[in-house]
């Protein structure tokens, strides 16, 4: 039920869920070269069209690949770190000769153990990912080696020491004097038998009967929060971009733009074709035309703006603010108040073209149909551009993807099948209904982007109460215009209402029902993440209700205040820290945005959850750094990212770049459990609605502290 409320009302979700792109990763392992010497592996895999740099590189040129290695004091470095041939060109980016790695590179660097533990590694990769045309920012990567225990290290280590207990002894006199070659098979017996005890659960065996203490060696594991699956919420982004544009496009195929230039366009294909297998060529290839015309659209979107920057536009203040002044304009003209038209003569020069027949004018028709319908397409194809465009990388171009195929598949199905045109509904009246059914939907989406700008600049204009009762108008509204009780221009006759119109007008009424507790507090979880959050109104407890109905104080720590649910937070990352030491607990760290839709759905629908409420309540201190904070830096606190090059003016800048350069990653939310010292006590988490999912990582890293 929850699924459908949300496809029939709301036809784009922000998706704000990518993640920095990320050309290169890196693979470790370890080959045994004796008992004392062993060869570490580092293997990187680069994406096509993206190269490393050589660990020597000119002055003046890219970040050269340089390695640095952990817990020296077990080992010691046998020669520098060895590289493969690679390719040495004319590099056209910093015009100089440069040798670089592509698709897969593995380096090599010798070790000769010191002591007979088992122990780690930690390497960490300097380096720059560029292609022909551009470089990504210097980054650093970590992979770990796991050293087992050096059992013939322990066994020379044994016999040695017994030797000169023997020499000891027979120094003391001659009644001590003892076989050396039986003390010797009695040690590697003892020796052997420590190796079996390698499988066991004690740590130290001793021999009371003798001098000889031998320990047993657990080789170190590797951390569990090491072997965490990498979660998939990329591509399920991907895919949720996809369902919701081809449910765009389904809509706007129904529009008065588009619904009737299907029997037309087919039947101009059937009947210009000299056979029915032409026919459905053609007509095939016409569909396959409009998804490469709209495809195209994505790609120039993504070339413009790039994959990362995109990211940043669903908090920009300024483009909210455009695009809700755009979406009133959309939503104004699907009401019937004007039409919105690209020239006529764009139109009519398109149109020209295509009466050169073949493919060029089969490509042409469906140009012509784009921009003759961009008048009900356009606003649809905005907004899924720009919710698209939101989460980064290729979502634009997949947006545009699922759009055009329903705009493109009933033209082929139709082709194929012309028969089934007789079972279409005739165009009338109906369609002006789709039309402005889209339009109250534009409307109330149009408020989410004001509401954004609202919160980034927590001006609280636009608080919870005042969005919950611009939707209920608008929502009771559309109600009353599919009862029949309002009229719009360009609306037909209405005699009586058909079933599928009474059903969709009572499914709307029911959820503007569903929406009027919200004044009073009500959580709306269905919604969550569209209205501004509940600590954003004039009533945070509904009205007349002044906490929760206690009316109990909430004492806070210095520099701390109250986040949501009520949660003690801090705002700023060293005062959190501080105060974590003091209390002896593990922080969270929670990178999140005062108009991050997924952020917002997290602490309503996941942290109130009462196991993980009670764990972000007493086991943790949580610190929430907003990376959309428009407030600015002291001019002596401001500075220039390393990472991105970037001036750091205000604050959201600053969480961002922190975030950016501890963690590789610029999405919201992103979670990271850290012990007092700034370390991970798990793998980092985004978002994920899954309650167990996400109270397994949480107790995870707050067991891992405690050990």
Not at 199 to 225: L, Q, Y
Not at 241 to 257: E, Q, R, V
Not at 467 to 491: E, R
Request: net charge negative; proline share 6%; charged share 20%.
């Amino acid at each position: 039920m929850k699924v459908f409320i949300t496809s029939l009302f709301f036809l784009i979700v922000s998706v704000v869920q990518g993640q920095i792109y990320d050309p290169v990763s890196f693979q470790s392992s370890v080959n045994k070269i004796d008992d004392t010497h062993y060869e570490l592996l580092i293997k990187s895999i680069i994406e096509p069209g993206w190269h490393i740099y050589s660990q020597e590189v000119p002055a003046g040129g890219p970040v050269p690949t340089s390695f640095s290695f952990s817990n020296k004091e077990k080992y010691t470095l046998k020669g520098p770190v060895s590289e493969p041939e690679g390719h040495t060109v004319d590099d056209p980016v910093f015009e100089m000769r440069i040798k670089y790695f592509s698709d897969a590179a593995t380096f090599k660097q010798v070790i000769e153990r010191k002591t007979k533990d088992a122990f780690t590694i930690k390497a960490s990769i300097d380096f720059m990912v560029c292609n022909d045309q551009s470089c990504l920012p210097p980054a650093t990567k970590d992979v770990i080696f796991n050293i087992e225990a050096g059992l013939a290290v322990i066994e020379k280590k044994v016999k040695e020491e017994s030797k000169q207990e023997v020499v000891a002894t027979s120094n003391s006199g001659p009644q001590d004097e003892l076989d050396t070659d039986s003390i010797e098979n009695t040690e590697q017996e003892e020796v052997e038998d420590a190796t079996g005890l390698n499988n066991s659960n004690d740590t130290v065996a001793k021999d009371k009967d003798s001098s000889i203490v031998v320990e047993k060696i657990i080789p170190e594991s590797a951390n569990s929060h090491d072997e965490v699956k990498e979660k998939t919420t990329d591509s399920r982004n991907l895919w949720s971009i996809f369902i919701l544009s081809f449910l765009g496009g389904f809509a706007a195929l129904l529009t008065p733009c588009v619904f009737p230039m299907i029997p037309m366009t087919v039947s101009f294909f059937t009947k210009q074709s000299k056979s029915r297998a032409s026919g459905i060529k053609n007509a095939i290839l016409y569909g396959v035309f409009i998804i490469v015309i709209y495809v195209i659209l994505g790609s120039v979107v993504t070339g413009i703006f790039g994959a990362d920057a995109l990211n940043a536009l669903s908090t920009n203040v300024w483009f909210n603010l455009i695009f809700f002044a755009l979406l009133i304009v959309f939503a104004f003209s699907f009401l019937g108040a004007f039409e919105i038209m690209l020239p006529n003569s764009w139109a009519n020069k398109i149109d020209s073209q295509a009466d050169r027949g073949g493919f060029i004018g089969i490509f042409f028709m469906a140009l012509a149909l784009a921009i003759v319908s961009f008048s009900c397409t356009g606003p649809i194809v905005g907004t899924l551009l720009v919710e698209a465009a939101s989460t980064g990388g290729i979502a634009p171009i997949i947006g545009m993807l699922g759009f055009s195929s329903a705009i493109a598949l009933p033209f082929a199905l139709f082709a194929a099948f012309p028969g089934w045109l007789n079972s279409l509904p005739r165009s009338g009246g109906w369609l002006n209904t789709v039309k402005v059914v889209l339009g109250f939907l534009e409307l109330a989406l149009a408020f989410k982007f004001l509401s954004n700008a609202d919160l980034v600049l927590q001006l609280h204009l636009l608080e919870r109460e005042t969005f919950l009762a611009i939707w209920i108008s608008v929502f009771g509204g559309l109600a009353l215009y599919l009862f029949g009780k309002i009229t719009l221009p360009h609306d037909s006759p209405l005699p009586h209402i058909s079933v599928g119109r009474l059903s969709l007008g009572l499914f709307t009424l029911a959820f503007v029902v569903y929406l009027i507790p919200g004044l009073w507090g009500a959580p709306l979880q269905w919604i969550s993440g569209f209205p501004p959050p509940s600590n954003y109104s004039e009533s945070p407890y509904g009205v007349g209700n002044t906490k929760g109905g206690t009316g109990a104080p909430i004492k806070l720590p210095d520099h701390a205040e109250l986040g949501p649910l009520d949660l003690i937070t801090f705002k700023d990352y060293e005062k959190g820290m501080a105060y974590a030491k003091r209390q002896n607990k593990p922080v969270m760290l929670d990178f999140t945005g005062y108009a991050c839709v997924n952020c917002r759905k997290m602490e309503e629908r996941v942290w109130p959850e009462p196991k993980i409420f009670e764990i972000l309540q007493n086991d943790v201190v949580l610190i929430s750094l907003y990376v959309d904070d428009k407030k600015d830096l002291p001019e002596s606190e401001q500075y220039i990212s390393e990472t991105t090059g970037k001036k750091i003016e205000t604050i959201g800048n600053k969480w961002s770049d922190f975030q950016i350069k501890h963690y590789k990653a610029n999405a919201q939310p992103y979670y990271v459990l850290i012990d007092n010292e700034g370390e991970n006590l798990n793998k980092p988490t985004a978002y994920d609605p899954n309650i167990e999912s996400y109270l397994s990582w949480l107790k995870e890293g707050v067991a891992n502290y405690s050990n």
